[in-house]
């Protein structure tokens, strides 16, 4: 059993050098209130009527009230030195929304992506956002999902081959990675791929030689807008021939008939979350909130360079890695895969309903969208992943059976003690710490001493027993009650 208690905002470090761990109380978090307080009343309204919430939605819920606390477990760390002890709570180890497993699982991810999957060769990230129904339809639909993608990846693939040819390579080949985000900026469910490509191809002047990277001329603008045309006529034939679109590329009415889950209440819920929307209470089938001021009606949208929109297709291939810059590449994939929802950017407004920054301020003026709690529950469920579908993907030489990934990817870091090689994992506790944070866990702040693994203690009595000694909260916390809806009758 994994534990951990990583800090999420690297900020809290006034000086990273002598930074020390301070474990984290997730109990006292907006976040972590508001979803235990709220959480039973959103079930018994959601599934009124007989409808259901899919299980893995509630248990999301349920391992998140759980994470970090040490009323439920926790680890024991000892100094052989001064005897000093800190105790670290369990994980819920969830990829929905939980700020702290999912910023474990960034970090991991940087590190694993740019240390043991990319070679040292120039990276360009590939960003697709695709028009709002389809979003929903692959919300929906991981088949679909699979299909858009993979159209994506030939098309992008065919583009750098095509340079590969154009420069006397035989047989070119490229790879990349996609981390599927559900995601926006405002707490709505946005499916887009975030694709890490290398700005260049593999080739083999014989079958014996190893794979040797050929550099190929930068991609232009042109060359942007030809990719994301290819990718539309692809993409838009495919929902003709599955049955989403007309031939005159008009939908033909299909929602929750093509939505290969059976909740029609999760339906609606994905549905409402794409157009920024709210499915249940009293403001159903409303506009989410904003906060800010109007700006000018006829301002345009901010278009850059390698940036293309065509029919509600948006491509972005702006950002590069030069291949000397590694730590830009780890950050670029923590980036890419960083969690849903950012706790530095949640806030309490005055009247006690849930506020959320955006990164940047729309063009109308508007910097902030406001919920009231159920209806920030309700955009929590849309962004939990169905289970068994991997958001994070291999394509060409980095896929994991490729013919020419062992003389591709960079050897381990790591071996065993007999000196073979060491597959990747997930990273320990400390080491995640000292690389992200500079702290060192396995050193005392005190005394400088070794600090070693204790015990695990997960045994209710003894967990009660231990906490109230150190003065902690021992008592485990309690969903808050449903509460009744509002009664909207008066007499006079």
Not at 185 to 196: A, D, K, T, W
Not at 354 to 376: C, H, I, P, R
Request: charged fraction near 25%; include cysteine.
């Amino acid at each position: 059993m994994h534990s951990y208690g990583l800090v999420e905002v690297p900020s809290l470090f006034q000086n990273l050098k002598s930074a020390q761990y301070r474990r984290r109380n997730p109990e006292a978090s907006f976040l972590y209130q508001t979803v235990q307080e709220n959480w039973k009343t959103f079930e018994t309204e959601a599934e009124r009527d007989g409808r259901n919430l899919p299980f893995y939605v509630k248990k999301e819920f349920e391992s998140f009230l759980k994470c970090g606390v040490l009323a439920h477990g926790f680890v024991r760390l000892k100094c052989e030195g001064c005897r000093h002890e800190k105790l670290v709570g369990f994980s819920c180890k969830r990829r929905g929304f939980c700020p702290s497993c999912c910023g474990r699982r960034m970090s991991e991810s940087g590190i694993f992506l740019s240390e043991e999957v990319f070679p040292r060769v120039p990276i360009r990230q590939w960003v697709l956002s695709v028009p709002i129904p389809l979003r929903y339809y692959m919300a929906g639909n991981p088949g679909l999902m699979s299909r858009v993608l993979s159209i994506t990846n030939r098309v992008v693939r065919r583009h750098y081959q095509t340079k590969g040819h154009r420069m006397g390579m035989d047989s070119p080949e490229t790879g990349a990675v996609t981390l599927i985000q559900r995601f926006g900026g405002s707490v709505n469910l946005n499916i887009h791929f975030h694709q890490l490509w290398m700005e260049g191809v593999f080739f083999k002047n014989s079958d014996a030689d190893p794979a040797k990277f050929g550099f190929v001329p930068k991609t232009t603008n042109d060359e942007v807008v030809d990719v994301l045309s290819t990718i539309r006529k692809r993409v838009v034939r495919l929902l003709i021939k599955r049955g989403y679109l007309e031939k005159d590329e008009s939908l033909t009415g299909t929602g929750a008939e093509g939505f290969e889950n059976s909740e029609a209440l999760l339906s609606g819920l994905l549905s409402a979350s794409t157009q920024n929307k709210i499915a249940l209470g009293e403001r159903q089938g409303q506009a989410v909130r904003k906060v800010g001021s109007f700006g000018g009606p006829n301002e345009k949208p901010r278009l850059g360079p390698l940036c293309a929109t065509l029919g509600g297709f948006s491509l972005h291939a702006n950002v590069f890695i030069p291949e000397d810059k590694p730590e830009k590449l780890e950050k670029l994939c923590r980036y890419v895969s960083r969690p849903p929802v950012a706790e530095s950017r949640l806030f309490k407004q005055e009247n006690g309903e849930v506020g959320y920054f955006l990164k940047s301020q729309w063009s109308d003026g508007t910097f902030a969208v406001s919920f009231s709690a159920l209806e920030f529950i309700e955009k929590l469920v849309a962004l939990i992943p169905q289970p068994r579908i991997h958001l994070t993907r291999f394509h060409g030489v980095l896929a994991p059976n490729h013919a020419w990934r062992k003389s591709v990817v960079p050897e381990p870091k790591k071996k065993k003690e007999d000196g073979s090689k060491c597959h990747h994992g997930r990273m320990k506790w400390a080491e995640l710490l000292k690389r992200v944070f500079q702290i060192d866990l396995k050193k005392c702040p005190d005394c400088a001493g070794e600090v070693k693994f204790v015990s695990a203690i997960m045994k209710r009595d003894v967990v009660v027993k231990i906490l109230d000694h150190l003065k902690l909260p021992s008592e485990l916390p309690r969903w808050s009650p449903p509460r009744a809806p509002p009664n909207m009758s008066f007499e006079f």
